[in-house]
Protein backbone atom coordinates (compact mmCIF):
# COMPACT_ATOMS: atom_id res chain seq x y z
CA UNK A 1 0.00 0.00 0.00
CA UNK A 2 1.44 3.22 -1.18
CA UNK A 3 1.55 5.63 1.89
CA UNK A 4 -0.64 8.75 1.86
CA UNK A 5 0.77 11.93 3.23
CA UNK A 6 -2.02 14.07 4.96
CA UNK A 7 -2.32 17.19 3.60
CA UNK A 8 -4.20 18.90 6.33
CA UNK A 9 -0.81 18.92 8.85
CA UNK A 10 2.33 19.27 8.72
CA UNK A 11 4.04 16.19 7.10
CA UNK A 12 7.49 16.75 8.56
CA UNK A 13 9.75 17.43 11.39
CA UNK A 14 12.07 20.52 10.79
CA UNK A 15 15.32 20.29 11.91
CA UNK A 16 17.66 23.80 11.86
CA UNK A 17 21.85 23.45 12.63
CA UNK A 18 24.27 26.01 13.08
CA UNK A 19 27.93 25.09 14.57
CA UNK A 20 27.36 24.58 17.99
CA UNK A 21 23.94 22.64 17.84
CA UNK A 22 25.43 19.12 16.84
CA UNK A 23 24.21 18.24 20.03
CA UNK A 24 20.56 18.09 17.95
CA UNK A 25 22.02 15.15 16.08
CA UNK A 26 23.95 13.43 18.87
CA UNK A 27 21.63 12.17 21.86
CA UNK A 28 22.13 13.55 25.06
CA UNK A 29 22.73 11.69 28.40
CA UNK A 30 19.89 9.76 29.55
CA UNK A 31 19.69 11.75 32.51
CA UNK A 32 19.49 15.13 30.16
CA UNK A 33 17.49 13.41 27.53
CA UNK A 34 14.42 14.99 28.69
CA UNK A 35 15.15 18.10 29.25
CA UNK A 36 17.60 19.19 26.14
CA UNK A 37 16.37 22.47 24.60
CA UNK A 38 17.68 21.41 21.62
CA UNK A 39 14.92 19.21 21.31
CA UNK A 40 12.36 21.80 21.20
CA UNK A 41 10.45 21.63 17.96
CA UNK A 42 8.99 25.13 16.68
CA UNK A 43 6.64 26.48 14.20
CA UNK A 44 8.09 29.08 11.48
CA UNK A 45 6.41 32.69 11.72
CA UNK A 46 6.59 33.38 7.81
CA UNK A 47 6.26 36.34 5.52
CA UNK A 48 2.42 35.17 4.41
CA UNK A 49 1.51 35.18 7.74
CA UNK A 50 2.40 38.72 8.18
CA UNK A 51 0.76 39.71 4.49
CA UNK A 52 -2.55 37.30 5.53
CA UNK A 53 -3.04 39.27 8.70
CA UNK A 54 -2.27 42.89 7.17
CA UNK A 55 -4.51 41.77 4.22
CA UNK A 56 -7.63 40.60 6.29
CA UNK A 57 -7.30 43.40 8.19
CA UNK A 58 -7.89 45.45 4.90
CA UNK A 59 -10.79 43.12 3.83
CA UNK A 60 -12.42 44.72 7.13
CA UNK A 61 -11.71 47.67 6.36
CA UNK A 62 -12.47 47.80 3.06
CA UNK A 63 -15.55 45.99 3.73
CA UNK A 64 -16.57 48.36 6.30
CA UNK A 65 -16.45 51.12 4.12
CA UNK A 66 -18.19 49.76 0.70
CA UNK A 67 -21.00 49.09 3.43
CA UNK A 68 -20.87 52.66 4.73
CA UNK A 69 -21.08 54.46 1.50
CA UNK A 70 -23.97 51.94 0.08
CA UNK A 71 -25.84 51.98 3.46
CA UNK A 72 -25.62 54.55 6.06
CA UNK A 73 -22.60 56.72 5.92
CA UNK A 74 -20.45 57.18 9.21
CA UNK A 75 -18.44 59.33 10.92
CA UNK A 76 -14.36 59.36 10.56
CA UNK A 77 -14.37 58.51 14.14
CA UNK A 78 -17.35 55.38 14.14
CA UNK A 79 -15.53 54.07 10.85
CA UNK A 80 -11.92 54.11 12.60
CA UNK A 81 -13.31 52.78 15.77
CA UNK A 82 -15.14 49.97 13.90
CA UNK A 83 -12.57 49.02 11.82
CA UNK A 84 -9.90 48.58 14.73
CA UNK A 85 -11.50 47.26 17.04
CA UNK A 86 -13.39 44.34 15.24
CA UNK A 87 -9.48 43.58 13.23
CA UNK A 88 -8.09 43.57 16.71
CA UNK A 89 -10.90 41.20 17.86
CA UNK A 90 -10.49 39.33 14.32
CA UNK A 91 -6.89 38.78 14.93
CA UNK A 92 -7.39 37.39 19.00
CA UNK A 93 -9.75 34.95 17.58
CA UNK A 94 -7.35 33.88 14.84
CA UNK A 95 -5.39 32.65 17.59
CA UNK A 96 -7.84 30.12 18.88
CA UNK A 97 -9.27 29.02 15.38
CA UNK A 98 -5.30 28.74 13.98
CA UNK A 99 -6.28 30.87 11.16
CA UNK A 100 -2.52 31.54 10.47
CA UNK A 101 -1.45 28.57 10.84
CA UNK A 102 1.20 27.08 7.76
CA UNK A 103 -1.50 26.26 4.94
CA UNK A 104 0.94 24.62 2.95
CA UNK A 105 -0.79 21.67 1.35
CA UNK A 106 -4.04 22.70 2.40
CA UNK A 107 -6.89 23.37 0.11
CA UNK A 108 -8.18 26.88 -0.03
CA UNK A 109 -11.59 25.48 0.91
CA UNK A 110 -10.23 24.02 4.20
CA UNK A 111 -8.49 27.66 4.58
CA UNK A 112 -11.16 30.22 3.68
CA UNK A 113 -13.51 27.70 6.24
CA UNK A 114 -11.34 28.81 8.71
CA UNK A 115 -11.40 32.20 7.92
CA UNK A 116 -15.21 32.67 7.82
CA UNK A 117 -15.40 30.64 11.06
CA UNK A 118 -12.91 33.17 12.86
CA UNK A 119 -14.95 36.29 11.00
CA UNK A 120 -18.22 34.84 12.34
CA UNK A 121 -16.75 34.37 15.39
CA UNK A 122 -15.52 38.29 15.63
CA UNK A 123 -18.54 39.85 14.78
CA UNK A 124 -20.54 37.46 17.48
CA UNK A 125 -17.58 38.75 20.39
CA UNK A 126 -17.82 42.65 18.34
CA UNK A 127 -21.72 42.85 19.36
CA UNK A 128 -21.38 41.50 22.70
CA UNK A 129 -18.98 43.72 23.62
CA UNK A 130 -20.43 46.85 22.09
CA UNK A 131 -24.03 45.95 24.22
CA UNK A 132 -21.71 45.20 27.15
CA UNK A 133 -20.59 49.21 26.41
CA UNK A 134 -23.39 50.46 25.22
CA UNK A 135 -21.85 51.40 22.25
CA UNK A 136 -23.69 52.64 18.79
CA UNK A 137 -21.72 51.32 15.74
CA UNK A 138 -23.95 53.69 13.84
CA UNK A 139 -24.71 51.00 11.38
CA UNK A 140 -28.04 49.95 10.10
CA UNK A 141 -28.89 46.47 10.27
CA UNK A 142 -28.42 46.34 6.24
CA UNK A 143 -25.37 48.35 6.47
CA UNK A 144 -24.16 45.56 9.52
CA UNK A 145 -24.91 42.63 7.20
CA UNK A 146 -23.46 43.78 3.94
CA UNK A 147 -19.91 44.41 6.17
CA UNK A 148 -20.35 40.83 6.75
CA UNK A 149 -21.20 39.71 3.87
CA UNK A 150 -18.56 41.96 1.60
CA UNK A 151 -16.02 40.82 4.12
CA UNK A 152 -16.71 37.27 3.87
CA UNK A 153 -16.04 37.49 -0.20
CA UNK A 154 -13.39 39.90 0.33
CA UNK A 155 -11.66 37.09 2.37
CA UNK A 156 -12.00 34.54 0.05
CA UNK A 157 -10.69 36.77 -2.66
CA UNK A 158 -7.75 37.12 -0.99
CA UNK A 159 -6.73 34.07 -0.12
CA UNK A 160 -7.20 32.93 -3.80
CA UNK A 161 -5.13 35.57 -4.83
CA UNK A 162 -2.28 34.69 -2.71
CA UNK A 163 -2.22 31.59 -3.95
CA UNK A 164 -2.22 32.10 -7.63
CA UNK A 165 0.03 34.88 -7.28
CA UNK A 166 2.24 32.74 -5.32
CA UNK A 167 2.41 29.76 -8.22
CA UNK A 168 2.62 32.50 -11.05
CA UNK A 169 5.87 33.57 -9.58
CA UNK A 170 7.36 29.95 -8.24
CA UNK A 171 6.46 28.86 -11.81
CA UNK A 172 8.58 31.67 -13.45
CA UNK A 173 11.33 30.69 -11.13
CA UNK A 174 11.12 33.82 -8.72
CA UNK A 175 11.51 32.93 -5.25
CA UNK A 176 11.59 29.14 -5.90
CA UNK A 177 13.51 27.32 -3.83
CA UNK A 178 15.46 23.99 -4.98
CA UNK A 179 14.83 20.93 -2.69
CA UNK A 180 16.15 16.94 -2.66
CA UNK A 181 14.83 14.00 -0.67
CA UNK A 182 17.18 11.84 0.57
CA UNK A 183 15.80 8.11 0.82
CA UNK A 184 14.12 6.36 -2.63
CA UNK A 185 11.11 5.24 -0.84
CA UNK A 186 7.64 4.72 -1.25
CA UNK A 187 6.97 7.68 1.12
CA UNK A 188 9.49 9.95 -0.76
CA UNK A 189 8.08 9.12 -3.59
CA UNK A 190 4.37 10.24 -2.38
CA UNK A 191 5.88 13.71 -0.74
CA UNK A 192 7.62 14.48 -4.28
CA UNK A 193 3.98 14.08 -5.82
CA UNK A 194 2.43 16.16 -2.81
CA UNK A 195 4.78 18.83 -3.45
CA UNK A 196 4.02 18.52 -7.32
CA UNK A 197 0.30 18.68 -6.40
CA UNK A 198 1.03 22.27 -4.22
CA UNK A 199 2.65 24.87 -6.71
CA UNK A 200 2.05 27.30 -3.93
CA UNK A 201 5.26 26.36 -1.90
CA UNK A 202 7.37 27.29 -4.37
CA UNK A 203 9.59 24.11 -3.98
CA UNK A 204 11.59 22.25 -7.41
CA UNK A 205 12.69 19.14 -6.90
CA UNK A 206 16.27 18.40 -8.14
CA UNK A 207 16.05 14.57 -7.53
CA UNK A 208 16.30 11.74 -5.24
CA UNK A 209 19.56 10.35 -3.14
CA UNK A 210 20.87 7.28 -1.64
CA UNK A 211 23.47 5.74 -0.58
CA UNK A 212 22.01 2.41 -1.10
CA UNK A 213 22.53 0.57 -4.50
CA UNK A 214 19.75 0.32 -6.76
CA UNK A 215 19.01 -3.12 -5.94
CA UNK A 216 18.41 -2.43 -2.85
CA UNK A 217 15.83 0.28 -3.63
CA UNK A 218 12.44 0.66 -5.17
CA UNK A 219 11.93 2.06 -8.60
CA UNK A 220 11.54 5.36 -9.17
CA UNK A 221 8.39 5.90 -11.24
CA UNK A 222 9.39 8.98 -14.62
CA UNK A 223 7.02 10.95 -13.26
CA UNK A 224 8.63 11.96 -9.50
CA UNK A 225 12.16 12.56 -10.59
CA UNK A 226 15.05 10.77 -10.94
CA UNK A 227 17.80 9.17 -8.79
CA UNK A 228 20.95 11.98 -8.87
CA UNK A 229 23.50 10.19 -6.58
CA UNK A 230 24.73 9.42 -3.31
CA UNK A 231 24.39 11.59 0.10
CA UNK A 232 27.99 12.88 -0.57
CA UNK A 233 27.24 14.19 -3.88
CA UNK A 234 24.40 15.60 -2.22
CA UNK A 235 26.14 17.71 0.30
CA UNK A 236 28.39 18.96 -2.91
CA UNK A 237 25.41 20.41 -4.59
CA UNK A 238 23.74 21.91 -1.08
CA UNK A 239 27.51 23.33 -0.43
CA UNK A 240 27.33 24.63 -4.21
CA UNK A 241 23.91 27.13 -3.08
CA UNK A 242 21.58 24.40 -5.58
CA UNK A 243 19.61 22.96 -2.89
CA UNK A 244 18.20 24.86 0.09
CA UNK A 245 15.89 21.85 1.15
CA UNK A 246 16.30 18.72 2.25
CA UNK A 247 13.78 15.95 2.87
CA UNK A 248 15.03 12.66 5.14
CA UNK A 249 12.24 9.68 4.20
CA UNK A 250 14.31 7.06 5.43
CA UNK A 251 11.94 4.88 7.64
CA UNK A 252 12.06 5.05 11.31
CA UNK A 253 13.86 1.91 12.10
CA UNK A 254 16.83 3.39 10.48
CA UNK A 255 17.72 5.37 13.15
CA UNK A 256 21.22 5.38 12.77
CA UNK A 257 21.29 5.76 9.14
CA UNK A 258 19.38 8.88 9.80
CA UNK A 259 21.51 10.06 12.03
CA UNK A 260 24.66 10.02 9.50
CA UNK A 261 22.94 11.76 7.47
CA UNK A 262 21.92 14.47 9.81
CA UNK A 263 25.73 14.50 10.78
CA UNK A 264 26.97 15.23 7.69
CA UNK A 265 24.43 17.85 7.10
CA UNK A 266 25.11 20.06 9.60
CA UNK A 267 27.60 21.03 7.61
CA UNK A 268 25.14 22.92 5.39
CA UNK A 269 23.08 26.10 5.54
CA UNK A 270 20.22 23.73 4.53
CA UNK A 271 16.94 23.21 6.03
CA UNK A 272 16.93 19.83 6.79
CA UNK A 273 13.11 17.79 7.43
CA UNK A 274 12.58 14.16 8.48
CA UNK A 275 9.56 12.90 7.55
CA UNK A 276 8.51 10.00 9.53
CA UNK A 277 7.22 6.80 8.04
CA UNK A 278 4.02 6.44 10.86
CA UNK A 279 2.32 7.71 7.40
CA UNK A 280 2.06 4.55 6.07
CA UNK A 281 -0.43 3.69 9.08
CA UNK A 282 -4.41 4.04 9.32
CA UNK A 283 -4.37 7.71 10.08
CA UNK A 284 -7.87 9.05 11.33
CA UNK A 285 -7.59 12.87 11.53
CA UNK A 286 -4.02 13.09 12.51
CA UNK A 287 -2.74 16.54 14.14
CA UNK A 288 0.65 17.56 15.98
CA UNK A 289 0.73 18.61 19.50
CA UNK A 290 3.73 19.69 21.83
CA UNK A 291 4.31 18.21 25.29
CA UNK A 292 7.05 20.93 26.97
CA UNK A 293 8.81 20.84 23.98
CA UNK A 294 8.63 17.08 23.07
CA UNK A 295 6.09 17.06 19.52
CA UNK A 296 3.70 14.11 19.59
CA UNK A 297 1.41 12.84 16.69
CA UNK A 298 -1.87 11.39 16.72
CA UNK A 299 -2.66 8.16 14.61
CA UNK A 300 -6.81 7.84 16.09
CA UNK A 301 -7.98 10.61 16.73
CA UNK A 302 -11.72 12.61 17.09
CA UNK A 303 -11.14 15.93 14.50
CA UNK A 304 -14.06 17.34 16.50
CA UNK A 305 -12.20 19.64 18.83
CA UNK A 306 -12.51 23.54 19.19
CA UNK A 307 -14.17 25.47 16.91
CA UNK A 308 -14.23 22.47 14.63
CA UNK A 309 -16.18 20.93 17.19
CA UNK A 310 -18.68 23.44 18.19
CA UNK A 311 -19.23 24.17 14.33
CA UNK A 312 -20.36 20.68 13.89
CA UNK A 313 -22.62 20.78 16.89
CA UNK A 314 -24.05 23.93 16.00
CA UNK A 315 -24.74 22.44 12.77
CA UNK A 316 -26.71 19.43 14.76
CA UNK A 317 -28.96 21.72 16.87
CA UNK A 318 -30.00 24.06 14.50
CA UNK A 319 -30.83 21.49 11.70
CA UNK A 320 -32.47 18.72 13.98
CA UNK A 321 -34.81 21.26 16.24
CA UNK A 322 -35.87 23.11 12.73
CA UNK A 323 -36.65 19.23 11.18
CA UNK A 324 -38.59 18.29 14.40
CA UNK A 325 -40.80 21.23 14.01
CA UNK A 326 -41.08 20.80 10.25
CA UNK A 327 -41.37 16.94 10.32
CA UNK A 328 -43.87 16.98 13.85
CA UNK A 329 -46.89 16.05 11.79
CA UNK A 330 -45.77 13.63 9.51
CA UNK A 331 -44.41 12.08 12.59
CA UNK A 332 -47.42 12.07 14.15
CA UNK A 333 -49.39 10.75 10.57
CA UNK A 334 -46.09 8.05 10.79
CA UNK A 335 -46.72 6.96 14.50
CA UNK A 336 -50.56 6.53 13.88
CA UNK A 337 -50.31 3.87 11.00
CA UNK A 338 -47.26 2.30 13.06
CA UNK A 339 -49.64 2.08 15.91
CA UNK A 340 -53.07 1.09 14.12
CA UNK A 341 -50.64 -1.51 11.77
CA UNK A 342 -49.72 -4.02 14.14
CA UNK A 343 -49.71 -5.06 17.91
CA UNK A 344 -46.57 -3.78 19.41
CA UNK A 345 -44.84 -0.14 20.46
CA UNK A 346 -44.93 3.04 18.02
CA UNK A 347 -40.70 3.20 18.86
CA UNK A 348 -38.50 0.81 19.03
CA UNK A 349 -34.79 1.66 21.18
CA UNK A 350 -31.89 -0.31 20.28
CA UNK A 351 -28.62 -0.35 22.33
CA UNK A 352 -26.00 1.11 19.69
CA UNK A 353 -22.08 2.15 20.07
CA UNK A 354 -22.15 5.98 20.42
CA UNK A 355 -19.19 8.10 20.67
CA UNK A 356 -16.06 6.28 22.15
CA UNK A 357 -17.96 2.81 22.30
CA UNK A 358 -20.50 4.11 24.80
CA UNK A 359 -23.74 2.51 24.72
CA UNK A 360 -27.00 4.82 23.49
CA UNK A 361 -30.57 4.41 22.77
CA UNK A 362 -31.23 4.88 19.38
CA UNK A 363 -35.20 5.53 18.44
CA UNK A 364 -36.45 4.37 15.38
CA UNK A 365 -40.25 3.72 14.25
CA UNK A 366 -41.18 0.09 14.41
CA UNK A 367 -41.09 -1.41 11.37
CA UNK A 368 -40.80 -5.21 12.60
CA UNK A 369 -43.49 -7.70 14.07
CA UNK A 370 -40.35 -8.05 16.56
CA UNK A 371 -38.30 -6.18 18.40
CA UNK A 372 -34.65 -7.65 18.71
CA UNK A 373 -31.79 -6.02 21.14
CA UNK A 374 -29.98 -9.04 22.72
CA UNK A 375 -26.72 -10.91 21.68
CA UNK A 376 -28.30 -11.82 18.34
CA UNK A 377 -30.21 -9.62 15.98
CA UNK A 378 -30.76 -10.48 12.31
CA UNK A 379 -30.29 -7.99 9.57
CA UNK A 380 -33.52 -7.18 7.92
CA UNK A 381 -33.45 -8.43 4.44
CA UNK A 382 -35.44 -8.63 1.07
CA UNK A 383 -39.13 -9.30 1.47
CA UNK A 384 -38.11 -10.06 5.22
CA UNK A 385 -41.37 -11.97 6.93
CA UNK A 386 -40.74 -10.08 9.64
CA UNK A 387 -41.22 -6.66 8.17
CA UNK A 388 -45.22 -4.97 8.46
CA UNK A 389 -46.94 -3.37 5.47
CA UNK A 390 -45.86 -0.25 6.89
CA UNK A 391 -42.52 -0.62 7.73
CA UNK A 392 -41.75 -1.66 4.24
CA UNK A 393 -42.59 1.86 3.60
CA UNK A 394 -41.11 3.44 5.91
CA UNK A 395 -38.03 2.07 5.72
CA UNK A 396 -37.58 2.60 2.19
CA UNK A 397 -38.34 6.13 2.73
CA UNK A 398 -36.15 6.28 5.66
CA UNK A 399 -39.01 7.86 7.66
CA UNK A 400 -38.60 4.98 10.40
CA UNK A 401 -35.31 6.80 11.36
CA UNK A 402 -36.56 10.10 11.94
CA UNK A 403 -37.03 9.63 15.93
CA UNK A 404 -33.24 9.96 16.19
CA UNK A 405 -33.43 13.80 15.23
CA UNK A 406 -34.08 13.48 18.89
CA UNK A 407 -30.77 11.74 19.46
CA UNK A 408 -28.92 14.67 17.55
CA UNK A 409 -30.35 17.00 19.56
CA UNK A 410 -29.96 15.14 22.73
CA UNK A 411 -26.37 15.34 21.38
CA UNK A 412 -25.83 11.25 21.42
CA UNK A 413 -25.65 11.17 17.82
CA UNK A 414 -25.11 13.90 14.90
CA UNK A 415 -26.99 14.19 11.57
CA UNK A 416 -23.92 13.15 9.33
CA UNK A 417 -21.61 10.41 10.69
CA UNK A 418 -20.95 6.53 10.66
CA UNK A 419 -24.02 4.56 10.79
CA UNK A 420 -24.61 2.75 14.55
CA UNK A 421 -25.20 -1.06 14.40
CA UNK A 422 -26.83 -3.02 16.64
CA UNK A 423 -24.45 -3.63 19.46
CA UNK A 424 -24.25 -7.33 18.35
CA UNK A 425 -23.33 -6.65 15.14
CA UNK A 426 -20.50 -4.51 16.85
CA UNK A 427 -19.10 -7.19 19.16
CA UNK A 428 -19.35 -9.61 15.58
CA UNK A 429 -17.68 -7.20 13.00
CA UNK A 430 -15.07 -5.96 15.72
CA UNK A 431 -13.23 -9.55 15.31
CA UNK A 432 -13.50 -10.00 11.43
CA UNK A 433 -12.71 -6.67 10.70
CA UNK A 434 -9.61 -4.39 11.37
CA UNK A 435 -10.08 -1.16 12.87
CA UNK A 436 -13.52 -1.41 12.82
CA UNK A 437 -14.39 -0.01 16.60
CA UNK A 438 -12.06 3.67 14.94
CA UNK A 439 -15.93 4.40 13.70
CA UNK A 440 -16.68 4.99 16.86
CA UNK A 441 -14.23 7.72 17.57
CA UNK A 442 -17.01 10.45 16.25
CA UNK A 443 -20.59 9.93 17.16
CA UNK A 444 -22.93 7.97 14.83
CA UNK A 445 -24.89 9.69 12.17
CA UNK A 446 -28.53 9.47 10.95
CA UNK A 447 -27.08 9.59 7.41
CA UNK A 448 -22.79 9.26 6.22
CA UNK A 449 -20.69 8.80 3.64
CA UNK A 450 -21.01 4.94 3.08
CA UNK A 451 -24.35 5.75 2.44
CA UNK A 452 -24.21 7.99 -0.02
CA UNK A 453 -21.66 5.73 -1.73
CA UNK A 454 -23.98 3.00 -2.03
CA UNK A 455 -23.26 1.29 1.41
CA UNK A 456 -26.57 1.66 2.63
CA UNK A 457 -29.05 -1.21 4.19
CA UNK A 458 -27.94 -4.76 4.52
CA UNK A 459 -24.21 -6.07 4.68
CA UNK A 460 -24.95 -9.56 3.92
CA UNK A 461 -21.25 -10.38 3.02
CA UNK A 462 -18.30 -9.40 4.99
CA UNK A 463 -17.02 -7.42 2.20
CA UNK A 464 -20.27 -4.81 2.20
CA UNK A 465 -19.49 -4.34 5.64
CA UNK A 466 -15.75 -3.95 5.13
CA UNK A 467 -16.68 -1.23 2.67
CA UNK A 468 -19.07 0.53 4.47
CA UNK A 469 -16.03 0.71 7.31
CA UNK A 470 -13.59 1.95 5.31
CA UNK A 471 -16.04 4.63 3.91
CA UNK A 472 -16.52 5.40 7.55
CA UNK A 473 -13.04 5.75 8.40
CA UNK A 474 -12.03 8.52 5.33
CA UNK A 475 -15.51 10.49 6.44
CA UNK A 476 -13.30 10.76 9.94
CA UNK A 477 -10.14 11.23 7.90
CA UNK A 478 -11.33 14.04 5.58
CA UNK A 479 -14.04 15.62 7.55
CA UNK A 480 -14.79 19.17 6.95
CA UNK A 481 -18.09 20.87 7.33
CA UNK A 482 -18.47 21.21 3.50
CA UNK A 483 -18.36 17.61 3.65
CA UNK A 484 -21.29 17.37 6.02
CA UNK A 485 -23.47 19.51 3.61
CA UNK A 486 -22.51 17.62 1.01
CA UNK A 487 -23.70 14.31 2.27
CA UNK A 488 -26.69 15.30 3.63
CA UNK A 489 -27.65 16.83 0.05
CA UNK A 490 -26.55 13.44 -1.87
CA UNK A 491 -28.80 11.85 1.31
CA UNK A 492 -32.03 13.33 -0.22
CA UNK A 493 -31.73 11.35 -3.82
CA UNK A 494 -30.68 8.44 -1.95
CA UNK A 495 -33.61 8.37 0.08
CA UNK A 496 -35.50 9.13 -2.87
CA UNK A 497 -34.50 6.38 -4.85
CA UNK A 498 -34.41 3.44 -2.24
CA UNK A 499 -32.20 1.86 -3.45
CA UNK A 500 -30.79 -0.94 -0.75
CA UNK A 501 -33.69 0.08 1.72
CA UNK A 502 -35.77 -2.85 2.45
Given at each position: MTPMLPKNCSACVSLRFHPRSIRSV?????????????????????????????????????????????????????????????????????????????????????????????????????????????????????????????????????????????????????????????????????????????????????????????????????????????????????????????????????????????????????????????????????????????????????????????????????????LIVVLAIPMAIVALAVKLSSPGPVLFKQKRYGLDGKEIPVWKFRSMKVCENGAKVTQATKNDSRVTKVGKFIRKTSLDELPQLFNVFAGDMSLVGPRPHATAHNEQYRKLIRGYMLRHKVKPGITGLAQVEGYRGETDTLEKMAKRVEFDHRYIRDWNIWLDFKILFRTIFVVFTGENAY
Amino acid sequence: MTPMLPKNCSACVSLRFHPRSIRSVTPPANNDRMNSNTQTIRTNRSLQVATRRLGDTGCIFLGLAVASVVGQALTREQFFVLGLTFSLIYWICSEATANYRAWRGSTLISETACAWITWGTTLICGIVIGAMFQYGSGLTRFSFAAWTVLTAVLLVMLRSTLRTVSAMMFSRGIGARGYAIVGVTDIGIQLAKNIADSPHLGLQLSGFYDDRPSDRTISLPGTVGSRLGTVSELLAETRAGNIQHIYITFPMRAENRIRDVLTKLADTTASVYVVPDFFVFELLHSRWNNILGIPTVSIFENPFYGVDGIAKRTLDLIFSAGLIVVLAIPMAIVALAVKLSSPGPVLFKQKRYGLDGKEIPVWKFRSMKVCENGAKVTQATKNDSRVTKVGKFIRKTSLDELPQLFNVFAGDMSLVGPRPHATAHNEQYRKLIRGYMLRHKVKPGITGLAQVEGYRGETDTLEKMAKRVEFDHRYIRDWNIWLDFKILFRTIFVVFTGENAY
